[in-house]
Structure formats: structure tokens, C-alpha cells
């Protein structure tokens, strides 16, 4: 079992930055990808980005790729994202989640991941 928190979250001015928290606990990730999804009210929940924790190999969203960092830090079990140029479409509860082996560092279908986190609110002002 795996056990993801999310932390920081808040609200943003437009074209401010954010850096959020992903901490797994419980057992290691060492052979799984974590991914970043987020979901705006009234909209389905969409992947944002993804890293193996192995390798770091990462992929984006097109919405996202040139404004936010997916990173790790194998030794503290937490991952990160760093996000820039904030933009108000950017406002959503941004999720992690775990999924092990066999997996691709490409966006999966919901119902594919093995763990999820509660969510961290990140509300971007115009």
C-alpha cells in the first residue's frame, strides 16, 4: 500500500508560480511512474505530467510543457511540480498517483493507477 499526500497549493496571481508536494509513504515507488492530473470544477479530471521514478523520464501535457517541472527526490520518497506563468485556466485540485509496474510514462487511462493522493487546491487570480 502506498500513501500519497499532496501540499502546496494556494491561490496565485496570474503569472506567479507554485511548487507542489508529493509525498509517498508505506512502501517504495522505486519501480513505479507518478503522474500530476488535475480537475476544474465541471470538468473531467485531466493529466498534467508524469516522471519514473527509476530513470526520470518525464512527459507533458501540451497545456503545461515549457511552464511546469515534474522532479523527484528518491531520497525523501516525494515528488515535485514546479509550476510558472501561472494562468487562470490553470486553476483546478491537482492529484498524484502511483502506478507500478508494467506502465508507460504517458498519459493511462483512471482506472489504470494503483494509488491516489486527496488533492491540493491551486486557484490562479487574473
Known amino acids: 500500500q502506498v500513501h500519497l499526500v499532496e501540499s502546496g497549493g494556494g491561490l496565485v496571481q496570474a503569472g506567479g508560480s507554485l511548487r507542489l508536494s508529493c509525498a509517498a509513504s508505506g512502501r517504495t515507488v522505486s519501480r513505479s511512474v507518478m503522474d500530476w492530473f488535475r480537475q476544474a470544477p465541471g470538468k473531467e479530471r485531466e493529466f498534467v505530467a508524469a516522471?519514473?521514478?527509476?530513470?526520470?523520464?518525464?512527459t507533458y501535457a501540451d497545456s503545461v510543457k515549457g511552464r511546469f517541472t515534474v522532479s523527484r527526490d528518491t531520497a525523501k520518497n516525494t515528488m515535485y511540480l514546479q509550476m510558472n506563468s501561472l494562468k487562470p485556466e490553470d486553476t483546478a485540485v491537482y492529484s498524484c498517483?502511483?502506478?507500478?509496474?508494467?506502465?508507460?510514462?504517458?498519459?493511462?487511462?483512471?482506472?489504470?493507477?494503483?494509488?491516489w493522493g486527496q488533492g491540493t487546491q491551486v486557484t490562479v487570480s487574473t
Open positions: 498517483a502511483v502506478k507500478d509496474p508494467p506502465y508507460r510514462i504517458s498519459p493511462m487511462e483512471i482506472n489504470e493507477y494503483d494509488f
Open positions: 516522471i519514473s521514478w527509476r530513470h526520470g523520464g518525464t
